[in-house]
């Protein structure tokens, strides 16, 4: 099936408003899958629960910003999503052998599909996001809704269709009616500073 162009975009992605990374980024050496997706979230022993973490930048001029930026490649009323910053460039969230999502490299009908559900749990594609910036579902496509799953032993989140409770994503779209990228550079987005700290 061709891909629908009119339907297809690139979006900075965000998950309960929370940044998205890998487990290499969080974890670093010691991460045995590092390509699987997670948030910049990390357990606090002062509250016992898992909380976001913020950078602080004091630049006084905008900073490229470090956030996934991936493009939402549409065929009919369901969408491939290939990673277009810098870390894992040109890979597809897809499911491994137990469900997790991560960053894989594209292997065709086998690659994870995702429907985007609106907040009722419709199905929607970018004909229906008439504003820049949109919270939705993903639903792995046959499949179960999205859901965030705390892994053990190191603490960190995971996302699968298969445990955890339903979270949304949240979507910036960049640019519309968007073909096919082909090349090899991961696109720039830049950002406005600010400082934040640890969301306790």
Known sequence: M????????????????????????MLGSSARQGNLLTTT??????????VRVHK????????????????????????????????????????NPHGLLGAFAGAGGSTTSFNLLNLNQGIITLDDLKKDEAMVYLKARNAGTIKRHLMEDPKVYAYTDQLGAPVTFNLKILERDVPYPTGSTPYLLFIEPRE?????
């Open 56 to 95: 602080s930048h004091n630049a006084t001029v905008p900073i490229r910003s470090d956030e996934m930026i991936v493009y939402f490649r549409c065929y009919d009323d369901y969408y491939n999503i290939q990673i277009r910053s810098e870390g894992y460039l040109g890979k597809y969230f897809s499911k």
């Open 41 to 50: 979230h990390r357990y606090s022993d002062l509250v016992k629960k898992m």
């Open 196 to 200: 934040q700290d640890d969301d306790y």
């Open 2 to 25: 061709s891909t629908d162009q009119k339907r297809s975009f690139i979006a900075r992605i965000r998950c309960d408003n929370t940044p998205m990374v890998f487990f290499q980024q």
